[in-house]
T-cell receptor, first 116, second 112 residues
Framework: GAGVSQSPSNKVTEKGKDVELRCDPISGHTALYWYRQSLGQGLEFLIYFQGNSAPDKSGLPSDRFSAERTGGSVSTLTIQRTQQEDSAVYLC??????????????FGPGTRLTVL | RKEVEQDPGPFNVPEGATVAFNCTYSNSASQSFFWYRQDCRKEPKLLMSVYSSGNEDGRFTAQLNRASQYISLLIRDSKLSDSATYLCVVKGSGAGSYQLTFGKGTKLSVIP
């Protein structure tokens, strides 16, 4: 079956511009997660959705970052007024009931964002 | 202390060798543990979960020591296709039980 998909796969933007990153989770997965992976760093948790609600936004680095999810499916991560330090790979993952102990998160291929 | 710590490597081993990776975690209340594999410029994929009693999947053996907050992964008879970065992952408990915390990964290169 189809996995998690993300678009665009690559995005190059100029400092100060806004960008939108999209994630299509696996059908039927109620939980959706956004992570960021900077060069040489581990994956950094950004935000988690259960359905259309985001009970935990604590990982968002600043108020320039926002995310929404509609219809319990597609999610969009928006970065306003991009800065060079926002350059990273943004990964989306989805899963069934998130609190089950050994519930696997399936990752999309990521969006590689470069801010010039 | 970082939440999940791993030796970054790289580990360069010949084909057929046995290699072991270690990981420590700081949150003693963590409930679930995993090893993910990440190929270069690809997304992470689950390699195996790590259970309290230890578990094996073919050439891969994972062990957990809750008292020492230590997780290990052993790869026997290394193949060229095992070359990747191995991520130690810990899942929270209670209110944070959905969240995965990743180590920075250990890079493995298997050499012909």
């Amino acid at each position: 079956g189809a996995g998690v998909s993300q678009s665009p796969s690559n995005k190059v933007t100029e400092k100060g511009k806004d960008v939108e990153l999209r994630c299509d989770p696996i059908s039927g997965h109620t939980a959706l997660y956004w992570y960021r992976q900077s060069l040489g760093q581990g994956l950094e948790f950004l935000i988690y959705f259960q359905g259309n609600s985001a009970p935990d936004k604590s990982g968002l680095p600043s108020d320039r970052f926002s995310a929404e999810r509609t219809g319990g499916s597609v999610s969009t991560l928006t970065i306003q007024r991009t800065q060079q330090e926002d350059s990273a790979v943004y990964l989306c993952a989805s899963s069934f009931t998130p609190t089950t102990f050994y519930n696997e998160q399936f990752f999309g291929p990521g969006t590689r964002l470069t801010v010039l | 202390r970082k939440e999940v710590e791993q030796d970054p490597g790289p580990f360069n081993v010949p084909e057929g060798a046995t290699v072991a990776f270690n990981c420590t975690y700081s949150n003693s209340a963590s409930q679930s543990f995993f090893w993910y594999r990440q190929d270069c410029r690809k997304e992470p994929k689950l390699l195996m979960s790590v259970y309290s009693s230890g578990n094996e999947d073919g050439r891969f053996t994972a062990q957990l020591n809750r008292a020492s907050q230590y997780i290990s992964l052993l790869i026997r008879d290394s193949k060229l296709s095992d070359s990747a970065t191995y991520l130690c992952v810990v899942k929270g408990s209670g209110a944070g039980s959905y969240q995965l915390t990743f180590g920075k990964g250990t890079k493995l290169s298997v050499i012909p």
